[in-house]
């Protein structure tokens, strides 16, 4: 599954940080990145440099990282 697949499963619709980069994320959909199934490498600094590059305020990028982390560990396990 995507990182993008993942954060609207588990988290769109949410009242939560996370739920909150969520819907950030699901407003811009046609432009947020989406990496292949598996593909880790590089993905996480493609995804935070979009991050980066809409103004993401460091909280926001404080829960992007725990949400990559999360992601991870479910794609692996």
Known sequence: MTFYTFMMRNHRGKNTPEGDLAGDIFQDRENF?????????????????????????????????????????????
Do not use: M, T
Request: with cysteine.
């Open 33 to 77: 990145p989406r990496n292949g199934k598996g593909k880790f490498d590089g993905w996480h600094r493609i995804l935070r440099g979009y991050l980066e590059r809409q103004h993401a305020c460091s909280d926001c990028l404080d829960v992007f990282e725990k949400c990559w982390e999360d992601y991870v560990r479910c794609e692996k396990s």
